[in-house]
């Protein structure tokens, strides 16, 4: 299957449970995330538990628009507390797989699903309407620029991931 999708949003919070702030651009490194970010300096909510995938999260612009036809929910992109915000990418599919996003490589790790540290900080609803639609956790595998507009695009065989519960 063939497609190509774009970065529509940017979002960065320096200090865990801070509200996200939209950017034009960032630089992925490997094995810190997106500069600027909370978990680039490892001060996010999850940062000291266990497992990979928290280095970059991505979730489909479509799958918020589906929250808000689906079950009445309206969530604006920096609601969902994911870093880049996508149009055209079946992120679901990239688990275990490299793709391009700008000038970075990132590799999807796992689904992101939705938590109820989520709903908490957002609105009662968003966990089930975002179930299995959640986003993906990616790690870093080239350093580079994202920018908004910047294409993604698979790139790269699968790849061997974590596996036991910490991939889920």
Known sequence: MQWKGEIVGIFLAAEK????SAASETRAVVGRGLEGDRYFERKGTYSAKPG????????ESEAIEAATRDYHIELSPDETRRNLVTRGA???HLVGR???VGEAL???VRLCEPCDYLEGLTRPGLKKALIHRGGLRAEV???GRIRVGDAIEEGGEAVSG???PEAR
């Open 162 to 164: 974590p596996s036991g």
């Open 106 to 108: 990132l590799r999807g």
């Open 90 to 92: 079946p992120l679901n």
């Open 98 to 100: 490299t793709f391009r």
């Open 17 to 20: 449970g801070a509200r996200l």
């Open 141 to 143: 595998v080239r350093e």
């Open 52 to 59: 990979g995938g928290r280095e970059v999260t991505l979730i």
